[in-house]
């Protein structure tokens, strides 16, 4: 069992997970907002390595790998990020989302390097689960969890199928297109979560555009178990470059929001 297999096994656990680049702005400062986020109460996080060609991510997230690589981050130093990260929070469930290029190139070895810095799952958003089969026999192999993702358009008995290849938990996508901030969701988003989740008894993890305390609050009373907030976060970062402070308090005040939401919101057992 993982850590997001122990923090979804919480009776209603409802999860806030902020995403970030590793190495955006740079390797140093991403550690620092990194572990602002988790000092603020975030549940766990999900990473990504910065990848030249991330077809899956809007502009935004565009540009905050574009900072990381163009600050220098290699596989290498996301590796080092994760060690330190890791060593400092030895409970926290961490999720990577990686272009699977990234595994590929470097063969069996990636699984087990990915294994030894203790990471507990990881999504390949460019990974069709049809020609996932080595993939997932490596992520097995190593002890990895797999994360499968669900589209707006999957049918319900797809999703069904994907949720039950899911060892970590299911990346449920609320809204058509890439990554980025939106203001608002259609109704159907937020139906859509109450029919998986009354479909399947597997965690489910909303992201893709989610930017406000209301909108996460939303998608957890859908059914939701945990809700992904990225794109807010990296575009603070473009934003405030030169005063990466505020970026921090930001990020604490966003996430001091979500859990007092969360407290007001909460029924016997929900953590």
Known sequence: ???????????????FIPFFTLGDPNPQDSFNLICA????????????????????????????????????????????????????????????????????????????????????????????????????????????????????????????FLLAQSSAFTYVISRFGTTGTSEHFEQDSTERIERLSQASSQPIVVGFGISKVEQVRSFWHSGAQGVIVG????????????????????IREFIGRVREAKLHDSLPGVV
């Open 231 to 250: 794109s807010l976060f990296s575009l603070s970062i473009e934003r405030h470059l030169s005063d990466l402070a505020t970026v921090e308090s930001f």
């Open 37 to 160: 986020a988790v000092d603020a109460g975030a549940d766990a996080v999900e990473l990504g390595f910065p990848f030249s060609d991330p077809i899956t991510d809007g502009p935004v997230n565009q540009r905050s790998m574009r900072r990381a690589l163009d600050a220098g981050t290699t596989y290498a130093t996301c590796l080092d990020l994760l060690r330190r990260i890791r060593s400092r929070y030895p409970e926290l469930p961490i999720g990577l989302l990686l272009y699977y290029n990234l595994l590929y190139m470097r063969g069996h070895d990636a699984y087990r390097e990915l294994a030894e810095v203790g990471i507990d799952a990881v999504v390949c958003s460019d990974l069709p689960f049809e020609e996932s089969k080595a993939h997932m026999a490596q992520l097995s192999a190593h002890g990895l969890g797999s994360i499968q993702m669900v589209a707006p358009n999957t049918p319900l008995e797809r999703a069904k």
């Open 1 to 15: 069992m993982n850590r997001f297999n122990r923090l979804f096994a919480r009776p209603q656990c409802r999860a």
